[in-house]
């Protein structure tokens, strides 16, 4: 067991990341106990690191960090650096799944959230770390969590294109409904960024397609406004009303016919769109 690993044999690594956060003195050249143990996991260095910081910034350092978090199991310091980040964050930052299954173990905080509001889900979806990001779900993450600038994790993974995530968060229950301050829905990003396998994968859900955000824009009217012309036959396939109007009384058809997309103008008219 990890756990079970004599204190001494962690002395080289704790008397290094001691003197490396600036601490001198014989103590840490003799660590036997479980007290010496604590105190050096507290210790801090310059930046506001603690040693799980340290050993979580780095691929190379991963069956480090794995082996200290199991070690420290119930002690874990969700201390944050100067940059507002705990271990946890580091290492869902980094996308570093068994350093991060490692800190849950031993008692992280999932809901953790740095300077910007980003939780270890958040960070984890944005950078695409499918891995880390499913087990935090799995172990119950906040799945509706908003970092400062209003994401939800959904919405990271509809404006980064990670489909196979936003389809995880979906079955798991994530609220596919969500609105950001602009008023867009998940759907709203996935037209309008071009993501066209989130889009899709939005609408086999059962995504409102007649959703309106700020604007009164729906996602078909979106479609129209960026060219997309793949996502505007998959909107109208599914039902999408071809005549809806946004606030300034603009149509798919108008916006489709002022902005020069003569194949959207073609494909509305087969569809039946009034003109």
Known sequence: MLGDVPLDGFTTLYSFWAALAGYEGPKWDRLKTKAD???VLSLRDDMGRTVLHWASEDNLRT?????IAARSAGRVPDV???????????????????????????????EA????????????????HEALALALVAVGADKEAKNKAGDTPLRLATVYGHRALALALLEAGADKEAKHC????PLHLAVGSG???????????????????IHGSTPLLLAQIQGHEALALALLAAGAD?????????????????????ALA??????????
């Open 37 to 39: 143990e604590d105190e």
């Open 63 to 67: 069956k480090l960090a794995e082996v």
């Open 80 to 110: 944050k650096n100067k940059d507002g980040f705990t271990p946890l964050l580091v290492a869902a930052r980094r996308g570093l799944e068994g350093v991060g299954l490692a800190l849950l173990a031993a008692g992280a905080d999932k």
């Open 113 to 128: 959230k740095d300077k910007y509001g980003d939780t270890p889900l958040l960070l984890a979806v944005r950078g695409g």
């Open 182 to 185: 602009t008023g867009d829905t």
């Open 195 to 213: 993501r066209e396998a989130v889009a899709l994968a939005l609408v086999a859900a059962g995504a409102d397609k007649e959703a309106k955000n």
């Open 242 to 262: 071809k005549d809806a109007k946004n606030d300034d009384g603009q149509t798919p058809m108008l916006l489709a016919q002022e902005m020069g997309h003569t």
């Open 266 to 275: 073609a494909m509305l008219t087969q569809a039946g769109a009034n003109r």
